[in-house]
């Protein structure tokens, strides 16, 4: 088998959600000597970005996006299994904080985020729901991260976007720190406003944003 069509089983492999198939085609990529760069960029990414269209369109849901995710994710462990810790850091995407923001207790919109963005190579920080602005600008500060994402469902809980742009430039680290916010009352006016970088009203949305944001 040829390096296109490995690339091509590894794509069919997570769109069409099949993770035995992604593991397969992973080991034959390695049999190949395709990098596991190009595997991923050129072949399981490609696959995710289909899914990603599928979900925005109403084709596909939250639970094929699980399989889709696992699919993704079984590939790159075979395909990153020679790898040393620095090598793999090195395939990152960038290191991403996903959280919903202070006073906000609802994560489902965070949830499927975040599996879009680790399903894209991106290196997760999952800090859940609820969470202190404070205790995310101390994140972002100790894991040296590239972005912060926030979800806000509530307008009440919207200034917490705000705070958290503020607590990074207080700590002096906004200059390195991306800041994209999300969430149904949330808009690219407000986030404009508030001086963060990027806006997304959709998991697929938001990697599309992110790869912009690292220049990717």
Known sequence: MGREEILEKLATSVHELEPEL????????LAAGISPVEAIQEGLSRGMAVVSDLFDEGEMFVPQILIAAEAFQGAVDVLVSGLSKDEQDAMSRGKV???TVQGDIHDVGKNIVK???RASGFEVIDMGRDVPVDDVVAKAKEEQVDIVTGSALMTTTMPSQRD???GLVEEGIRDRVK???GGAPVSQEWVDRIGADGYADNA???VRVALELMGK
């Open 22 to 29: 992604a593991v397969e085609a992973a080991n034959e990529a």
């Open 97 to 99: 904080i996903c959280h």
């Open 115 to 117: 599996t879009m963005f």
């Open 164 to 166: 958290i742009v503020n």
């Open 179 to 181: 800041c994209m916010f």
């Open 204 to 206: 697929a949305d938001a």
